[in-house]
């Protein structure tokens, strides 16, 4: 089993920055691929960014391309989201995911999920 815990996020206002850690424990999941997503209060679930287990693949969202960058630390278990230029609309819940499989930005495909941290983004 694979069990995953968020930090990082806070309240920072527009035009700041945010770096999400997404720590993993059970197991390693260094071959695994990984996933950001977040979920707005009344709204649904909706992807973010996803890295291959090499890093070698990345995929984002429109809303956040350019701006946000996902990358891993292997030796640490650990996966991170580098959130730079926030929007109000940015403001959400953010989740990691792992998968022993690419998933890309399908959320169910997705195994192992973490608990959530809270971004706020003010303007």
């Known amino acids: 089993q694979v069990q995953l815990a968020e930090s990082g996020g806070g309240l920072v206002q527009a035009g700041g920055s945010l770096r999400l850690s997404c720590a993993a424990s059970?197991?390693?999941?260094?071959?695994?691929?990984v996933g950001w997503f977040r979920q707005a209060l009344g709204k649904e679930r909706e992807f973010v960014a996803a890295?291959?287990?090499?890093?070698?693949?990345?995929y984002y969202a429109d809303s956040v391309k350019g701006r946000f960058t996902i990358s891993r630390d292997n030796a640490k278990n650990t996966v991170y989201l580098q959130m730079n230029r926030l929007k109000p609309e940015d403001t959400a819940v953010y989740y990691c995911?792992?998968?022993?499989?690419?998933?890309?930005?399908?959320?169910?495909?997705?195994?192992?999920w973490g608990q959530g941290t809270q971004v706020t983004v003010s303007s």
């Open positions: 995911a792992a998968d022993p499989s690419w998933a890309g930005g399908l959320g169910d495909e997705y195994d192992y």
């Open positions: 059970g197991r390693t999941i260094r071959s695994y691929a």
């Open positions: 890295l291959s287990w090499s890093g070698g693949r990345t």
